[in-house]
């Protein structure tokens, strides 16, 4: 699965000189937190609702209503966004996205295509596509085995369940030591005994049902 799959196309965006306030009403009225920032049609930055909210006074502050609102009336977001916003192109793969977005502390990224902006990921669709992955969506049973790291361990797996015919619906592979591999595997099947009887018989070892 790729960015382009799950961003949303056509997002949103403010001009530079957008008041701090409006932007804020915006975000709130469309239920968004973060918007592109553009001058003349071209991508110049980002804004988040967090920065937006870092630069309106605190409950503490002295100031009367009347000055607080005309102080952030001439604030506009060109004032505080993201000059240099963190991008990446349709054909980036969800995984790569989510690592890019966990290294920078990136609640979105900004996509890009031919030096133009096509759409927005945000850690919600990431969110979607690994709930998509696992097909938790779907009626099914999560099973947690163990295994020795060889060649083949995954096909004779996939082999036991295709001949119990069972249906996959998702599955991921965590190394639990150099030799030690433990396999999340998600199956369309809610009596899933038999499948594990037949793994035990097997020689894999079922750690977790649920």
């Known amino acids: 699965m790729f960015v382009k799959d799950v961003m949303i196309t056509s997002p949103v965006t ?7 306030l409006e932007a804020l009403e915006k975000m709130k009225r469309l239920k968004i937190r973060q918007l592109p920032v553009t001058d003349k049609g071209h991508l110049v930055g980002l804004v988040t609702e967090r920065e937006l909210l870092t630069v309106t006074p605190s409950p503490a502050t002295t100031l009367s209503v009347f000055e607080m609102n005309y102080l952030l009336s001439k604030m506009v977001v060109s004032e505080v966004m993201v ?11 969800i995984e790569e996205a989510a690592l890019i977005m966990r290294e920078n502390k990136a609640n979105c990224l900004l996509v890009m295509e031919a030096e133009e902006l096509a759409g927005i990921i945000t850690q919600t669709d990431i969110f979607d596509a690994f709930i998509e992955f696992f097909g938790l969506r779907k009626a099914g049973t999560r099973l947690v ?3 020795h790291d060889r060649v ?5 797996l996939t082999d036991i ?16 030591d150099h030799d030690t591999l433990h396999i999340v595997v998600r ?3 809610v009596e899933p005994d038999q499948l594990v009887k037949e793994l035990e018989a097997r020689g894999i070892p079922v750690l977790s049902v649920s």
Do not use: C, W, Y
Request: hydrophobic residues 35%; charged residues 20%.
């Open 14 to 20: 403010i001009p530079k000189s957008t008041p701090i």
């Open 161 to 176: 369940i295709r001949d119990m015919n069972i249906n996959i619906r998702g599955f991921v592979v965590h190394r639990k």
């Open 83 to 93: 000059k240099d916003p963190i991008t990446v192109s349709p054909e980036t793969t």
């Open 145 to 147: 085995l163990q295994t």
């Open 187 to 189: 199956v369309n099947t």
């Open 152 to 156: 083949g361990a995954l096909a004779e």
